[in-house]
């Protein structure tokens, strides 16, 4: 009954490759997004998807592409893989954008290491 | 530009201890405060989120206080237990849309 889910957990990989995170949500919620948390422990927004759409892009490299298929999914597909981007990635969703109770709830994360 | 701060970075105390950890803020134009919790290699899980309008929410032994004046928020743990041990993250929601600005957080021990 995992309320935010994410594959893989761990992604180990070469430069220069094309890697994808998936995220499932099934708690009904409107609005998905990622985080990155680098090596320092700090978690930075990333994107944000509202029923589907995008509504923000924080000046991600534009190596990175989300893709919502649907309002419970927020996949994340990185091209070109580089060393900087190792990281953990984290998959959150709230009930919607604009409510002013908003809790966000998070995935467990996937530990993504490029070599 | 609106940034979250959190100090101590890490924090050591005995088992039973009450403690405070604090977070601030640079804009006092929030439209609500969140606390989590991380543990090593796990995700976030939620611990109390407190709107612009409130002063303070409690949660078993968790006590979080806002103060948007002074740009401070307050997580009081009450007899603090070494299943406590965690990162603790608090983050501010500044805008109409739902992002979130986290702070940098606060590595929290309690020793048995």
């Known amino acids: 009954d995992t309320a935010v889910s994410q594959t893989p957990k761990y992604l180990v990989t070469q430069m220069g490759n094309d890697k994808s995170i998936k995220c499932e949500q099934n708690?009904?919620?409107?609005?998905m997004y990622w985080y990155k948390q680098d090596s320092k422990k700090f978690l930075k927004i990333m994107f944000s998807y509202n029923n589907k759409e995008l509504i923000i892009n924080e000046t991600v490299p534009n190596r990175f592409s989300p893709k919502s298929p649907d309002k419970a999914h927020l996949n994340l597909h990185i091209n070109s893989l580089e060393l900087g981007d190792s990281a953990v990635y984290f998959c959150?969703?709230?009930?919607?954008?604009?409510?002013?109770?908003?809790?966000?709830?998070f995935g467990p994360g996937t530990r993504l290491t490029v070599l | 530009k609106q940034e979250v701060t959190q100090i101590p970075a890490a924090l050591s105390v005995p088992e039973g201890e009450n403690l405070v950890l604090n977070c601030s803020f640079t804009d006092s134009a929030i439209y609500n405060l969140q606390w989590f919790r991380q543990d090593p290699g796990k995700g976030l899980t939620s611990l109390l989120l407190i709107q612009s309008s409130q002063r303070e929410q409690t949660s078993g032994r968790l006590n979080a206080s806002l103060d948007k004046s002074s740009g401070r928020s307050t997580l009081y743990i009450a007899a603090s237990q070494p299943g406590d041990s965690a990162t603790y993250l608090c983050a501010v929601r500044y805008n109409a849309g739902n992002m979130l600005t986290f702070g940098g957080g606060t590595r929290l021990m309690v020793k048995p």
């Open positions: 959150a969703s709230s009930q919607d954008w604009l409510a002013p109770y908003n809790e966000q709830f």
């Open positions: 708690l009904g919620h409107d609005t």
